[in-house]
Structure formats: structure tokens, C-alpha cells
């Protein structure tokens, strides 16, 4: 049974960098499909933060664009995000997925999410 | 402020049907058939419950329906019962290669 889980620090300060971990069990990422970051917050909702597919193809927000990195450690089974220079607008749960088949975007299998807070 | 328009709530009796609009530009809904609807219950993840406009993951109850017109999408939920009471969010692919949200309508069953 597919499983996701989030891990990383409930807070960071800001300026600094917010780093997430997906551990995925019950499949192997190097096995296909997208995978993604969604984010939601309560002053803006749910936001797609990014996806990537092991084989090459990765897709950012572009209003994030320059501060997201997407990355993956098929051996262990775990993708991470890596988020730069953050501000209390970056305050939000931060969910990772697998997305449908059909289309990357589609997150279908979810985590149970993580509570980052941007605090000094 | 979200890029996609959705009511803020909607309320139905049990049995009844309810829709539920997702508002957007010719950049997104109107110009691709890549809009998902997910719904989402308090302290949870949200759940995916149509894709591509129309289509059901295999899991997903057919009470469960979508549908778009121009540069509106639609959630219809037939047969309105109480574990449908949850904030629902539509999602579109825009021609800036990437994903919108609408801010979510709550359904409330009465």
C-alpha cells in the first residue's frame, strides 16, 4: 500500500532555507509516475508548488521558481524540497504526492502533510 | 487571492444534488481540458475526485461528476449525503506551465 510522509522542521527563521522530506513506501519512485509539492495556507489556499518525474522532466511554480528545488534519492526511496530566503508568507502545510496517471499536476496519493511556520 | 473563483459555501438536504462553480480566464480552465476537483475534511488531506475535467479515479464514488463551459468548470454531487460535508477545490492548468486552486467552497449538508 502506497504511503507517504513528510519530515523536517516546524519552524524556520527567516531568511533561511525550509527542507522537506517525502519518505514513499509501498512503491518505488524509480518505477514512474510524477511526483509533487503542494502547499496551503490559510491566506492563500492550496498551491502547486512543483513536480518531477525520476527520468528528467521537473516543473516549478513559476512565482517560486527561483527559490524551489525539487530532488530525489531513489535509493532511498525519498524526495525532498528545498525552499530559499523564506518569509512568513511561506508559513503553510506542506504536502508531498504521487499524481495520476493521466497528467503530472494530479496529485492522487497524498501525505498527511506538515506544518512549516517561518518564526524568529 | 486565488486565481480560480469558487462560491464561498453551498448547502444542500440530503438526496438533493448541489453544484459548485470554478470561475477562471481563457489561460486556464477555457483553454485546456486539465481541470481537477479535490475535496478535503477537516485535518485531512485532500483527496482527488476528478481529473481531466470528467473522469473519476477508480475509487471515487459516481456521485461525483464534472463538467466545463467555456471558462467555467462544475462539481456536481448527486445524492447528497452527510460525509459529503467538506471544502471542495477546483485546480487548472494555465498557459504559464503551471497549476492554479481556487480558495474552496464549504458544503454543508443540512
Known amino acids: 500500500q502506497l504511503q507517504l510522509q513528510e519530515s523536517g522542521p516546524g519552524r524556520v527563521r527567516p531568511s533561511e532555507t525550509l527542507s522537506l522530506t517525502c519518505a514513499v513506501s509501498?512503491?518505488?519512485?524509480?518505477?514512474?509516475?510524477?511526483w509533487g509539492w503542494i502547499r496551503q495556507s490559510p491566506g492563500k489556499g492550496l498551491e502547486w508548488i512543483g513536480s518531477?518525474?525520476?527520468?528528467?522532466?521537473?516543473y516549478y511554480n513559476p512565482s517560486l521558481k527561483s527559490r524551489v528545488s525539487i530532488s530525489v534519492d531513489t535509493d532511498k526511496n525519498e524526495f525532498y524540497l528545498k525552499l530559499t530566503s523564506v518569509t512568513a508568507t511561506d508559513t503553510a502545510v506542506y504536502y508531498c504526492?504521487?499524481?495520476?496517471?493521466?497528467?503530472?499536476?494530479?496529485?492522487?496519493?497524498w501525505g498527511q502533510g506538515l506544518l512549516a511556520t517561518v518564526s524568529s | 487571492q486565488s486565481a480560480l473563483t469558487q462560491p464561498a459555501s453551498v448547502s444542500g438536504s440530503p438526496g438533493q444534488s448541489i453544484s459548485i462553480s470554478c470561475t477562471g480566464t481563457?489561460?486556464?480552465?477555457?483553454?485546456?481540458?486539465?481541470v481537477s476537483w479535490y475535496q478535503q475534511h477537516p485535518g485531512r488531506a485532500p483527496k482527488l475526485l476528478i481529473f481531466?475535467?470528467?473522469n473519476r479515479p477508480s475509487e471515487v464514488s459516481d456521485r461525483f461528476s464534472g463538467s466545463k463551459s467555456g471558462n467555467t468548470a462544475s462539481l456536481t454531487i448527486s445524492g447528497l449525503q452527510a460525509e459529503d460535508e467538506a471544502d471542495y477545490f477546483c485546480?487548472?492548468?494555465?498557459?504559464?506551465?503551471?497549476?492554479?486552486f481556487g480558495g474552496g467552497t464549504k458544503v454543508t449538508v443540512l
Open positions: 485546480s487548472s492548468y494555465t498557459s504559464a506551465n503551471d497549476w492554479v
Open positions: 481563457s489561460s486556464d480552465i477555457g483553454g485546456y481540458d486539465y
Open positions: 481531466d475535467v470528467a
Open positions: 509501498g512503491f518505488a519512485i524509480r518505477d514512474g509516475y510524477y
Open positions: 518531477f518525474y525520476t527520468s528528467g522532466n521537473t
Open positions: 504526492a504521487r499524481e495520476h496517471l493521466a497528467h503530472w499536476g494530479y496529485p492522487e496519493y
